[in-house]
């Protein structure tokens, strides 16, 4: 689950409150999986996924992937873009107009899956 989105942020208007929850989701999905293969070293691959969940409404995938020990590029951890070093890590997600959408729907939407 992501976690709760900062309450410095409400003062900002709804977009940009989704487009920074965004960025910090997928901050924290590299972090989840730089912390998963510091303490377990017999692991070398895993399925990571991340839920987000409205008030009211049950929670919705918003990035998933199969990530490995040895980043699939030596200079990964260079890349100024958090979009892209994510996806290179092996994340799956949609981003629109800089927010993450819900897996669910843009796979179903679009009749593949991401």
Known sequence: M???PDE???A????MQDQQASLQALHDAIGMREMLFCAIPDVNSAELRTYRQSAREPPYLIIRG???????A???KRMTSLVMRAKVYGFKFWMD???LA???TVEHRLGFAI
Not at 12 to 15: A, D, G, H, T, Y
């Open 2 to 4: 992501t976690r709760t």
């Open 8 to 10: 410095g942020d409400s």
């Open 12 to 15: 900002f208007p709804r977009l």
């Open 66 to 72: 199969t990530v490995t020990r040895e980043p699939p």
């Open 74 to 76: 030596a200079n990964v």
């Open 97 to 99: 107009n800089g927010a």
């Open 102 to 104: 819900p897996l669910g």
